[in-house]
Each structure stands twice: as C-alpha cells, then as structure tokens.
C-alpha cells in the first residue's frame, strides 16, 4: 500500500531521525473525500488501533520500519487515542504526541531572543502539565541551529527517531508535548547539526539531572513543595544589608561530614542528603552564631573536583544529595533557624562536556564564537558569549531561578573579573581588544549590571555579591552611579595581606606593619566582605592553623585565635570556610571530611568557642556591624605603634552613642601594666579576651572591669591599664555606652 497524498521523503526522514517537521506528516490530516488519516511511528509495535469514540480504527503497517496509518470518516478533528501491542506480547494505551497543538509562548521567546525575558525556564525545559485533560510533559529546547531535535529518554526506550520535536516557525525553539511522562522520566534531546552529525544534549533549563557519571536530564515538577518560610521571605524584602549583620560559614555539602566507611559499599562517597545536612549542618551552623550558610556551588556539574564551580545544570541542584524538593527542604529548614542562604553562582564559564552547553546546537551558540574569548585559559573551560541577548536572558533567569523559586537569599556571584578583563590570564596576542582598544570586557560589563538590575528589580532583598579579586572601581556601587551594581564585594586586600603578615615569625612582624593598616585606606571604598575562604586552603596552601608560624603549638593557637579575632573586629562582613572554627590542621580535601576527632581536644574546641563568641559580639553589638560600611564607624585609636606590633582601634554605633575598643598585639610579647588610650573617662569592662582559657589559651588575667585615669595619650585623655597577652585580642566597652554631649 502507498501512503495517502505523502511522498517517502518523511518516511526516511523518520527512520533517519531526520524529521525536521513531525506534526505536517504524523498525527491527523484531512485528505480527500472528507476523510482523515492518522499516522503514527511506531517501530517497536506489532499492531496499532486507534480509539474513536469508542471505536476501534486498525491503522495499516505501510512501512516496514513502523509506520501506520488508517481513516476515518471526518471532516474535522477528532480526539482520539492510540491501542498498541507492542513486541513483548503487551496491549498498551498510548496518547499520540502528534494529536496537540503548539504551546511554546512566541511573545517569550521573542523576548528571550532580544535579552528581555527574565525566566525563560517558564517557556524552555520540561515542565509537567495537563493538556486537553492529559497529563504529560511539555518539552522546549532553543536549538537555533539544529536540522531537527529528537526526544530521547526513557519514553522510548532512548530511540529518538520516535519523538522528532516541533519547530516554531524561525524562533529556533523547538517543541513537543507528550503525554504520559512525568516526575522523574529521564531525557535527552538528540540534536541534527548543521553538518549532519547527531549530539545528544542534557536540557540546559532542566530542572533535575541524574547522579553522575550519569549525564541525562530528569523531569521535575516544581509545585508539588509545600513552603512554611512565609514570615521569612515577607521580611526578606524589608532587610537593610548595609546596617545588619552578616556573618557567612562557607560549607562544601559533599566534604562536610559523610556517612561512616564502615557503613558504606566499597567506593561509595557517602555525601549527606540534603535532608540530613539540614537536621546536622543547619542546628550546627546556628549553634555557632553565624546568620548565613554559603554553600559552594550545588548546581549540577559532571565532576566532583570542581567542586561544582563548572557547572552544567544551571537550573538543577546537584543530584549528589538529592532531589530538588530536598535541596528546597534544606533552604525551608535554615529559614526556620534563623539562617540565611547564600549560593555560589557561576556565570563566568562553564565545562566542554559532550553533553552540555558546549556547542549545543553544533554551534557555538552558548559560548563565544571567537576561540580567542571562547575558552578559559586557567580551567580549560568555555566562556558564555555575554554579548548575545539570548545568553543574558539564560543567565539571569538562572539567578532568578535560584532566588524566587529555591528561596535563596543571596547569590555570591564567581570569578568576577574573569568576566570584566580580556586579558585575563591570557598573553599577548591571546586577546582581543575590545572596541575602544582596551582590556575591559564591556559585553560583560554590561551582563553583570543587567543581571544586578534584575535581580534587585525581581527579588526585594536579593542579594549580590561578587568575587572580584582587582581594582575594579564601583563593584558594589548602583548601577545608576556608573557600578556593577553588585551590593557587596569580596575584600581579597585585605585577605592577602593580612594572611601574609600573619605568615611572619610574630617578632619579625614591625616591618609589614603598614600592611595591617593598609586595608582602612579604602575599606569603605565598597561593601566589603572579608573572606577566610576555601581558596585558601586548599592546593598546598596549607589550613589557617597549618600557616600559622610557632615553635610551639600553642603558638599556632595562639595566631589563629589572633587572625579570627582581628577578621571579626575589622570593618566589613565576615566569611569562614568549614574546618577554621575546629583549628583543622590538614587543608581541605574535597574527597574526604572535616576532622571531627579534633573537637576532643580542649585547644581545637576553644576555637570554636571563639567564632561563637565573635559572633555573639558582632551580632548583638550594634557598634560591631551597623556601620560596617561606612567610615563614621571606625576610628583608629594608634595605628603607629610598629616597634610594639600593636594596634587599637574603635569601633562606633550611629550617632556615636556607642562603641567598643579593640587592642591588638600581633606579637608573642606580654604587656603587663599596658597603658590604653580610650575616648571617655569611666568604668570599662573587658569583653572578649582571646587569651582566656575557654578558647584554649593561656588564661593570663586580664582584669574584667578597670576605670581610667587621666593620661595624655595618643591626643586624649583617659586611658585604662591592662595586662595585654601575646598574640591576642582584647575587646573593652564602657559601661553605659558614651556619655551624651555636653
């Protein structure tokens, strides 16, 4: 028999996966006589019927390779549904794909296309619905370039020809809704290149993917979450970042802590579930005073040494703990803690895995067209092409993504300056300039305040902050003052010098003093964070502890205590890495655990009595945090005092109403009898001594309340003495706050 008013061209199509057009040649057409032919694909089947209202319509093999078709008496569309006895003997009812209309939103798409949509995983991936009272999937990939796109997964037993896509006419965007798959159907889309080559392809806006080294896309239905966390996301939108605390415990879920080996198959990593770190991590976290867990990237990336920093699933936590609604529980439970979340978020490239992003379509449609900006000279990864409106709309809807529907509170955008420089670790004649002839990415430039505009115009109270290691003027300075837009950035200034000078022999110390001060001249240049991150200790740069300089242990000790002290009491927000608070002598290894063992001995558990006691200070002192960024909260009291190693400085709340003093001897050296110049005559109280023997010093007295006496000392007035440790931090108030003006 020959097929009815078709040539043969679609049937080799078909059995070619080829078929650039499924719904002109499958489903229902009219043809003559008021009839209506219906035609299916099906290779795997014996015998295929069609239900018309309640009857049965034989459909004909007409090809040997699966294809059937029968008629029915009709002069318009009728529903109906597919019989079939497949080759297992089985008699299965199917709903034909071929049956429905079009659904992908083209006003959207358009959007997407010209950089103004700003969630477009609602109109692209797959997203469970009910079509006509059927339930399915809608499945949507942008594929601009693609001869045909073919479905392929579990529905079908990974034989793409039997799900050939839609085109929606030249958006690029290709469509397919198909009944019967639902939460956790596992996909690809086998793509026809220009060149004629099939890629298979995970889903760039999937919502789940499987566990590596597994590379499929899963289908995940997002509304089936049930939130309790509305008081904390109605008062997220109310939070001043500028005057509250923010105090960040960096954490790598998968090297936190693990499941004992004993209990393990050979092999097994034993990450905790999402579930599990939220009744451990999360309580663990709070107990310590930190307001935010930082969690190194959890989007889905093929390779646990990159510690998720090259991602691929930029819509899909990380299958290693499990599934999306577990990841949302984990947020849900930090909110009913008290805790904030902040997500490591990576747009500055991504890997050049097979079945990612890279050249998707058989083009270089995600990355950079040039091989000069496509590739990251340091990760060996590739660079999203920043100036192609689509690739913004893909970012940014990626950061909406996480901040509206996981409820993250914050995004710690990567690699920053990566993204601004041309030349970034790359040679001369490596790079090319941009239109001015300079060095400044300026397609990035223009992402990042885009990203920053929508993120601040679609979340009240999201916040941005960026990793940007240079100069860089105006990082977390509006985007209507000519900035980034970002509201907060990473100090790395601060961070180096201060970890070099913490590096030298302590007596040795009085020639880098200037680099201890150095950091005020422009603290309050940006919004800063002082990171104490995991770059820091990882690839033989030892711990915090393990850089510390000491002959004895306790001087080890005695430096940490120190460093964590002066970060707490500098101007800025705070962030440690997991392992600073337990005196981790080994540096982080991304394949094992925290040492837990060490909480046993009383010097590792006073550090962390220290971080909760710093946070305690730092939280509950208005004078700690409020102005943090601003330079009407800080005061140097004596920062000359080289030859001693000595600094003492004031911090002040609003209106100067309130305030700390803070005296730190970065030298093994005790001061007994140490003069202290102080703003007010009366009764100070000691309220943080790094010495004491609850954070495993050596518990040199320090008096808890002492009263001042006239003294002419660094132009003022009063001063208190005090015995001042070595390698310490000694924190002092006064009682009753500063006395009101005269």
């Known amino acids: 028999m020959t097929l009815a008013s078709e040539p043969l061209d679609p049937v080799d199509a078909l059995l070619k996966g080829t078929c650039a057009d499924p719904f002109s040649f499958l489903g ?36 040997p390779g699966g294809l059937f078709e029968g008629f029915v008496e009709a ?27 079009p659904f992908v939103d083209e006003g959207r798409v358009r959007d997407f296309l010209h950089g103004r949509e700003r969630r477009v995983h609602e109109v692209l991936g797959a997203r469970p619905a009910r079509v006509d009272g059927v339930r399915g999937t809608r499945f949507a990939v942008w594929a601009p370039h693609a001869r045909a796109v073919n479905l392929t997964g579990d529905i079908n037993g990974w034989d793409g020809r039997r799900h050939p896509m839609r085109p929606r006419g ?48 899963e289908v995940w239905d997002p509304e089936g979450f049930v939130w309790t966390d509305d008081a904390w996301m109605a008062a997220r939108g109310s939070v001043d970042h500028d005057r509250t605390p923010m105090s960040a415990y960096e954490v790598h879920l998968g090297s936190w802590r693990r499941h004992p080996r004993s209990d393990l198959p050979d092999g097994a990593p034993g990450w905790l579930s999402y579930r599990e770190l939220a009744e451990t991590l999360l309580p663990y976290v709070r107990d310590l005073g930190f307001t935010h867990v930082q969690l190194l990237p959890v989007m889905e990336h093929p390779l646990d040494q990159s510690w998720g920093y090259q991602p691929l699933g930029f819509f899909a936590p990380t299958s290693r703990h499990g599934t999306p609604d577990d990841f949302r529980h984990f947020v849900d439970r930090a909110h009913a803690l008290g805790l904030g979340v902040i997500l490591d978020w990576v747009p500055g490239h991504f890997p050049a895995d097979a079945h990612g992003l890279a050249r998707f379509d058989g083009t270089s ?24 409106p689509a690739v913004q709309s893909f970012l940014i809807s990626s950061a909406l993504h996480w901040l509206e529907d996981y409820h993250v509170d914050a995004l710690r955008v990567d690699a920053v300056a990566s993204m601004l420089y041309l030349d970034y670790s790359r040679n001369e004649g490596e790079w090319v300039p941009n239109e001015h002839g300079g060095k400044e990415n300026l397609d990035a430039v223009a992402f990042l305040r885009a990203l920053n505009d929508a993120v601040h115009e679609e979340v009240p109270g999201g916040l941005m902050v ?92 005695a430096n940490l205590r120190l460093l ?65 960024f601003r330079p009407e909260g800080f005061e140097w009291i004596d920062c000359h005092d080289a030859e001693r190693t000595i600094l003492s400085f004031l911090r002040w709340s609003p209106e100067w109403n309130d305030f700390v003093v803070a005296v730190v001897n970065f030298t093994p050296v005790r001061r007994d009898d140490f003069l202290q110049a102080v703003p007010y005559a009366g009764r100070y109280r000691r309220v943080l001594n790094t010495d004491a023997e609850e954070f495993g010093g050596e ?38 706050g500063a006395p009101p003006p005269e």
């Open 28 to 63: 229902q057409h009219p043809v003559e006589g008021g009839r209506r032919v219906i035609r299916v694909f099906f290779p795997s089947a014996r015998s295929v019927a069609a239900v018309v209202g309640g009857s049965e319509v034989v459909l004909e093999r007409v090809h």
């Open 75 to 101: 002069d318009r569309h009728v529903p109906y549904t597919l019989v079939v006895d497949d080759a297992h003997g089985r008699r299965l009812e199917h709903e034909d794909p071929y049956r429905f209309g």
């Open 170 to 217: 030249a958006t690029g965007v290709w469509e397919l809704f198909v009944p019967g798959v639902d939460r956790g159907s596992r996909y690809k889309y086998q793509i026809v290149t220009p060149g004629g080559s099939r890629i298979n392809k995970a889903d760039p806006c999937g919502r789940a993917m499987e566990l590596r080294p597994a590379t499929a896309s």
């Open 365 to 388: 449609l995600f990355e950079h067209p040039d091989p000069r900006q496509a590739r990251h000279p340091d990760w060996g990864t590739l660079v999203f092409d920043y100036g192609k």
């Open 466 to 557: 960026a990793e940007e290691s240079t100069s860089w003027p105006g990082v977390s300075h509006g985007t209507d003052r000519g900035g980034l837009g970002f509201d907060q950035k990473w100090n790395m200034g601060w961070m180096n010098d201060t970890l070099d000078v913490l590096g030298i022999d302590p007596l040795h110390r009085k020639g880098s003093y200037e680099r201890l001060t150095f950091s005020i001249m422009y603290a309050f240049s940006e919004r800063f964070v002082l990171p104490l991150s995991h770059d820091e200790v990882v690839h033989g740069k030892g711990s915090l502890l393990g850089k510390m300089p000491g002959s004895t242990e306790a001087a080890k000790f």
């Open 564 to 628: 964590l002290a002066y970060q707490w009491l500098h101007p800025g927000k705070k962030l440690l890495f997991m392992g600073g608070e337990l005196g981790q002598w080994s540096e982080w290894n991304v394949d094992s655990t925290l040492e837990w063992g060490l909480q046993e001995w009383p010097r590792h558990r006073g550090v962390g009595r220290l971080v909760e006691a710093l946070n305690g200070l730092y939280t509950g002192d208005p004078a700690m945090h409020v102005q943090d």
């Open 699 to 736: 518990g040199i007295e320090v008096a808890e309340v002492m009263e001042t006496e006239e003294a002419d000392l660094h132009g003022r007035d009063h001063a208190v003495r005090l015995s001042l440790p070595g390698l310490s931090v000694v924190v002092l108030k006064r009682e009753g």
